[in-house]
T-cell receptor
Framework: GAVVSQHPSWVICKSGTSVKIECRSL??????MFWYRQFPKQSLMLMAT?????????EQGVEKDKFLINHASLTLSTLTVTSAHPEDSSFYIC?????????????FGEGSRLTVL | LAKTTQPISMDSYEGQEVNITCSHN???????ITWYQQFPSQGPRFIIQ?????VTNEVASLFIPADRKSSTLSLPRVSLSDTAVYYC????????????WGAGTKLIIKP
């Protein structure tokens, strides 16, 4: 299957700092990527849809100024958590569709665990 | 976007066949049914997708009745490594394909 890679896998930061998470499609081009957040023992929650070359579409309740998304190329989308606070600690996951695979099949990154102290 | 309902948890034993049923009463005409598997601290992984009747691949089968208001994921001869959370999702794959993730079913396989 197609490969989506995230970096870093885990990060610990101090409250008030910003953290950038990268999501790359390694063997295909992704015009659209999705960013999710998952708290312990809970399901995935869609945060935003990242569109290459245009602004991201955020889900209701997600602060766009806090969670900055940039999709500058067809293989890279970044999520920056600005002025992180302990309540932002979570597992962040990105996904993308690959044109060469089953229509509708989403490929997910390994996830990035953020811990804000 | 159609909402799904699954059992919160299930237990089974190695070598058994496991069937997980998902309800999606308000599924739309253009919606497909997709199942994902997730291990702790990993991103979900695609298992199988279908629209109607039966779909089978190398790891699972998906049974969808004619009214499409439910679906059943069948895992043949499970092993301990199949212990995971299984999500049933319904959505229009021809659109932007935003999905609503339900709580999933935590499947625990015992030796």
């Amino acid at each position: 299957g197609a490969v989506v890679s995230q970096h870093p896998s885990w990060v610990i930061c101090k409250s008030g700092t910003s953290v950038k998470i990268e999501c790359r499609s390694l063997d295909f081009q992704a015009t659209t990527m999705f960013w999710y957040r998952q708290f312990p023992k809970q399901s995935l929650m869609l945060m935003a849809t990242s569109n290459e070359g245009s602004k991201a579409t955020y889900e209701q309740g997600v602060e766009k100024d806090k969670f900055l998304i940039n999709h500058a190329s067809l293989t890279l989308s970044t999520l920056t958590v600005t002025s992180a606070h302990p309540e932002d600690s979570s597992f962040y996951i990105c996904s993308a569709r690959s044109p060469g695979h089953n229509t509708g099949e989403l490929f997910f990154g390994e996830g990035s665990r953020l811990t804000v102290l | 976007l159609a909402k799904t309902t699954q059992p919160i948890s299930m237990d089974s034993y190695e070598g058994q066949e496991v069937n997980i049923t998902c309800s999606h009463n308000n599924i739309a005409t253009n919606d497909y049914i997709t199942w994902y598997q997730q291990f702790p601290s990993q991103g979900p992984r695609f298992i199988i997708q279908g629209y109607k009747t039966k779909v089978t691949n190398e790891v699972a089968s998906l049974f969808i009745p004619a009214d499409r208001k439910s679906s059943t994921l069948s895992l043949p001869r499970v092993s301990l490594s199949d212990t995971a959370v299984y999500y049933c999702l319904v959505g229009d794959i021809g659109s932007n394909y935003q999905l609503i993730w339900g709580a999933g079913t935590k499947l625990i396989i015992k030796p």
